[in-house]
């Protein structure tokens, strides 16, 4: 790596899409943001915003065939803004990997060795890891010179207690198919936790937190002293929360019962449980912004729905109260958390006797940066703090390359 090196591409790769970010760690800016959807289909479109350059969002649609073309779309693009990935300037790519079982507990320069794993991983992790995969070996092709890191969204959570993360089912069976609590989205828990430590003036090490990352997929996590403790995701990202589409904490013999009273396939349960359940299975929205525009309108079923995932979201912040002993502050994120003020209100609203309040015209304020919407007096602190899980796996992908 030459010393003027200072930029990270950052890549998370789905099924048939590609984000983007390139950032200069030098500089700590943002020099370009993209994604690449529809990947496969006749409609694909990719979509870049030049923030270097201060120019305009291009999107252009045509047929991507598959994450090479995707790939090598993006850099035509970002070449075309004088940020070619050619340049000696480029670092390392950084990619989200979602699942690295026990392993990977920290981020991972990436060798044959650590493709093999990942793709071991792939039966606990079969929508994710194999288009992580594809968009790594592609990324591997376009610059073999060039470090690639992953940063994978379990890591956070190995830390987690062995009570915590494995489930009351024969030890035997749980170990041969690697079954046990995970977690997700650890690289926002991460991130969030530090922030709000941050925040407060603290270091991480003297504060816990209960982290709330609500975005169309959501889960909570209890950070104690800068470690996670506990989360809500599990084996798979189903467990846990009300989520847009997936239902969250479920009585497993309800699969059962679908298939054998309902005569619904494994399949068939899979895709109801996660893509037709959560707030869209209970009310046909999971855009928290039309079920509070229904509800504004008098709609039940909107309110029901958002009555049911605010429940949820109380015991579990109760839960972790209980886990962690002593709360220093709650901590809500991503789309819904960041921006949806009726969700932090209600889902503290009565937690007065856990020190946890929420103070009505902090929390109608509506910005980009970490800020406390608890009240002065409260014990604990309530604060709202943007994720940023690009800028956190730039920032470890150059930690590591750097190291
Ligand atoms: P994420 O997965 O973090 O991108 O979050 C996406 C979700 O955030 C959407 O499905 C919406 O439910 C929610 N969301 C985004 N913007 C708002 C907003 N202004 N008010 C309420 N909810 C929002």
């Known amino acids: 790596m030459t010393a003027n090196a200072t930029r990270v591409l950052v890549l998370n790769s789905g099924s048939s899409s590609v984000k983007y970010q390139l950032l200069d760690m030098g500089s700590g800016t943002r020099l370009a943001v993209g994604l690449v959807e529809r990947i496969g289909e006749e409609t694909s479109r990719l979509s870049h915003t030049p923030l270097a350059t201060g120019g305009d969002k291009r999107e252009t649609e045509g047929p991507i065939a598959d994450h090479d073309a995707a790939l090598k779309a993006v850099a035509a693009e970002l070449a075309a803004d004088g940020l070619g990935l050619d340049s000696p300037e480029l670092a390392a790519i950084g990619h989200r990997v979602v699942h690295g079982g026990l392993k990977f507990t920290a981020p991972t320069v990436i060798d044959d060795a650590v493709l093999k794993e990942i793709e071991r991983l792939v039966p606990v992790a079969p929508l994710h890891n194999p288009a992580n995969l594809t968009g790594i070996r592609t990324a591997q092709a376009l610059r073999p010179d060039l470090p690639q890191v992953a940063v994978f969204d379990t890591a956070f959570h190995t830390t987690m207690p062995e009570y915590a993360a494995r489930y009351a089912i024969d030890v035997e069976t749980a170990d041969a198919h690697r079954i046990r609590r995970y977690g997700f989205h650890g690289t926002s828990h991460a991130y969030v936790s530090r922030k709000t430590a941050a925040l407060l003036g603290k270091d991480p090490s003297e504060v816990n937190v209960i982290v709330l990352h609500l975005g169309n997929g959501a889960s ?78 008098g709609d039940e079923r909107a309110e029901l729905a958002f009555d049911i995932y605010i429940h949820r979201l109380k015991k579990y912040i109760g839960a972790y109260t209980a886990v962690l002993g002593r709360v220093d502050a709650v901590a809500f994120t991503a789309g819904v958390g960041e921006n949806a003020a009726p969700v932090r209100e209600a889902a503290l609203a009565g937690l007065e006797e856990l020190g946890m309040a929420v103070d009505a015209s902090r929390n109608a304020v509506r910005s980009d940066e970490p800020r406390l919407i608890s009240p002065d007096s409260a014990r604990v602190a309530v604060a709202v703090v943007p994720t940023d899980e690009e800028l956190e796996i730039a920032q470890q992908t150059y930690a590591l390359v750097n190291a």
Request: charged share 30%; aromatic share 2%.
């Open 220 to 297: 909570a996590s209890a950070v104690a002293g800068g470690r996670c403790v506990d989360t809500s995701m599990g084996l798979t990202p189903l467990e846990g929360l009300v989520m847009g589409t997936r239902s969250g904490d479920i009585d497993p013999a309800v699969t059962f019962h679908l298939r054998r009273v309902a005569g619904m396939s494994t399949d068939e349960i899979d895709v109801l449980l996660n893509k037709k359940s959560g707030l869209v299975g209970l009310c046909g929205d999971n855009d928290m912004r039309e079920i509070r525009r229904r509800i504004d309108e």
